[in-house]
């Protein structure tokens, strides 16, 4: 059964760059929100060329409001994004179909989007 659902790519952004370190999964009519991360710092630093002081505790902030924060829909979730400044960002919610379960479908997603070192 196909379950309709959505993702958000976590991600530093530094200048105009951006690097894909984490991966949020929202599925309203199941109650489903998750948040998944995976931050190699020195997979990062070569990247951006240069240190990354910070980054493990601003994304930690984030994981932790996603946690304590409640989403009943998606505009509610997309209103909170929207809002959010500083060098960790989340892209625009966008449409899945989950086949898996949610759990796995969000380990694919990480799979998918944040290399491993």
């Not at 190699?40 to 060329?49: A, K, N, S, V």
């Amino acid at each position: 059964m196909l379950i309709p659902a959505y993702y958000s790519l976590v991600q530093i952004c530094r200048r105009d760059e951006r690097a894909n370190v984490g991966v949020l999964v929202f599925c309203p009519s199941k109650g489903f929100l998750e948040i998944k991360t995976r931050i190699d710092l020195d997979r990062l630093g070569t990247f951006f060329r240069e240190p990354l002081n910070g980054v493990v505790e601003a994304v930690s902030a984030i994981v932790y409001r996603i946690n304590h924060e409640k989403f009943y829909n998606c505009s509610q979730l997309d209103r909170w994004i929207d809002k959010r400044g500083g060098e960790i960002v989340l892209t625009n919610l966008r449409s899945m179909k989950a086949i898996k379960s949610l759990d796995e479908e969000i380990d694919d997603l990480l799979d998918v989007y944040v290399p491993q070192g």
